[in-house]
């Protein structure tokens, strides 16, 4: 069973359910660790909470702190891990049922909503570091890579069992606009006020019915290249993309020989 201390507000911060068997000591005390962190982040801000303060928080030495997280920085890191897996379990249920592309998308959405709410004030606590393209808080950095590539490998699985019909050569290119569609959800839901964040579920809903029209037209393949330059103009300009994703500078955009003149 997870280690809980007292102070972390479990309905604010839900543990991770346990997998298979019972975690380690050592799995335990980084927990411990974690929900700590984040308790501290929403309380004090993330700027103002120090590893001292977390260690001492969590019942356990400074050196054992940095020891499992090398700093704040890292802790976050752990929290974009635990919510892509939070995500990626409570999704499945939507993948299993659904075969229409719409319908998995803003089903994908719509769960990721659920699974984000608890954490959407500490989300907005952080959001200026992360906003910082070169901050390792980035979504978009080389930090941020393992969130990162399980989120696009959710949207690969969107695609995959979807009755829709994708061509090959846009199988990699598509589930990376998805995600970054989702990025775009993921920022009007940190300003989002409304009660219980239904703005962003119908934006969720709107974006999923308009990027599966997309992906169906892309079937045919004179609007394949337009899919091609839209990934080419998020890469080449959008801050960080150019080490999120490959550049597409550096590698001749497949299908390009049926580019029209």
Not at 145 to 151: K, L, N, P, T
């Amino acid at each position: 069973m997870p280690v809980n201390s007292d102070g972390p507000d479990e309905a604010a911060f839900p543990t991770e359910p346990p997998r298979g068997a019972a975690r380690s000591k050592s799995e335990q005390t980084r927990a411990l660790i974690l929900e700590t962190a984040m308790r501290l982040f929403q309380e004090r801000g993330y700027d103002r909470t120090t590893m001292r303060a977390i260690a001492q928080e969590a019942g356990v030495s400074v050196g054992n702190a940095y020891y499992y997280f090398a700093g704040k920085e890292h802790l976050i890191q752990g929290f974009y891990d635990r919510l892509a897996a939070e995500h990626r379990a409570a999704v499945q249920e939507v993948l299993d049922r659904e075969t229409g592309l719409e319908e998995r998308l803003s089903g994908v959405l719509r769960v990721w909503l659920d699974v984000a709410a608890p954490y959407h004030e500490f989300a907005v606590q952080f959001f200026k570091n992360a906003a910082d393209p070169d901050s390792p808080l980035s979504p978009f950095s080389p930090e941020s890579e393992h969130a990162r590539v399980e989120a696009i490998g959710v949207h690969k699985e969107v695609l995959a069992g979807s009755r829709t019909k994708v061509p090959e050569e846009l199988r990699e290119v598509l589930p990376e606009l998805m995600w970054l569609s989702q990025m775009g959800l993921v920022l009007y839901w940190i300003f989002d006020r409304t009660e219980g964040r239904e703005r962003s579920y119908r934006l969720a809903a709107r974006g999923a019915r308009l990027t599966a029209r997309g992906v169906a037209l892309a079937r045919f393949r004179v609007l394949r290249p337009l899919v091609h330059e839209v990934h080419e103009l998020f890469t080449d300009f959008l801050p960080g993309m150019t080490k999120a994703l490959p550049d597409p500078a550096k590698k001749t955009a497949p299908g390009a020989a049926d580019h029209p003149e």
